[in-house]
């Protein structure tokens, strides 16, 4: 439900080329994106549906998401999406993510700023102040697969359904 309510930027109960495309739009925004780079991101956002199929209702989304989360096959393509979207969010291109690009993130998506250095903790498993690819995919691929509880609050703190 967390993500739900971050990423549905036009609160229709789904996720949608709207959505995507508002996303990149707040990126580029609080980013000063400019040129190649935003030009990247735009067109990263814009695959998205074509990687996860959206769906007609908040329900179909939230059981779209349990069932691609228990389908052993969606893993490589799951990896492979969030590997992307850390190029994309990865936005003087060194190859790491610092706190400052993390909170262009955090910025786009409206997320609770309180909680914004611990999760980026949370991921610098290392503890070097900079987030790498693997670190990165590894956190989402432990937020989205794992239904153990644990300090990973990847979209920001949980949201409870009634909320939406």
């Known amino acids: 439900v967390t993500k739900v309510m971050a990423t549905d930027f036009n609160k229709n109960g789904v996720w949608d080329t709207e959505d995507s495309k508002i996303a ?3 990126i580029i925004k609080a980013g000063n994106l400019k040129g190649a780079k935003a030009e990247e991101v735009r067109m990263f956002y814009l695959q998205v549906p074509y990687y996860f199929d959206t769906s007609n209702n908040i329900t179909e ?13 969606s893993r ?3 990896y492979e999406y969030m590997a992307t979207w850390f190029r994309a969010l990865d936005l003087n291109g060194d190859g790491v993510i610092d706190l400052k690009e993390y909170k262009v993130f955090w ?4 997320l609770d700023l309180n909680y914004m250095k611990r999760q980026f903790d949370y991921i610098d498993e290392d503890k070097d102040g900079k987030i790498t690819s693997q670190e990165f ?3 989402v691929l432990d937020y989205f697969y794992n239904t153990e509880e644990n300090d990973n609050i990847f979209w920001g703190p949980l949201q409870d359904f009634q909320m939406i």
């Open 24 to 26: 990149a739009e707040k």
């Open 61 to 73: 989304w939230l059981l779209g998401d349990y069932n691609y989360s228990k389908d052993l096959n």
């Open 76 to 78: 490589p393509y799951v």
């Open 107 to 110: 910025d786009a998506y409206d």
């Open 137 to 139: 995919v590894e956190a």
